[in-house]
């Protein structure tokens, strides 16, 4: 297993100036990067989810055909 090395990766001002802005008082860097890629997973299963539901095509099965309905 490889250690959490620290690395530098070059930003513009501007971009990093914009990054300081997502966080919170003493987030790293690396804490609102984390934060905003957890994010995007998150929305991209959601969507992932969505789509399946409206797919015409998908089979689902009810809560009783689960046994959850108990």
């Not at 300081?20 to 969507?47: P, Q, V």
Request: aromatic letters at 8%; charged letters at 35%; glycine letters at 4%.
């Amino acid at each position: 297993m490889m250690a959490n090395k620290t690395t530098t990766i070059p930003l513009k001002t501007p971009v990093r100036d914009r990054l300081k802005t997502y966080g919170s008082m003493g987030d790293t860097y690396s804490d609102i990067l984390t934060h905003m890629m957890d994010e995007i997973e998150r929305k991209a299963f959601l969507a992932r989810l969505r789509a399946e539901r409206d797919d015409p095509k998908a089979e689902w099965a009810t809560l009783e055909e689960l046994g959850w309905d108990k």
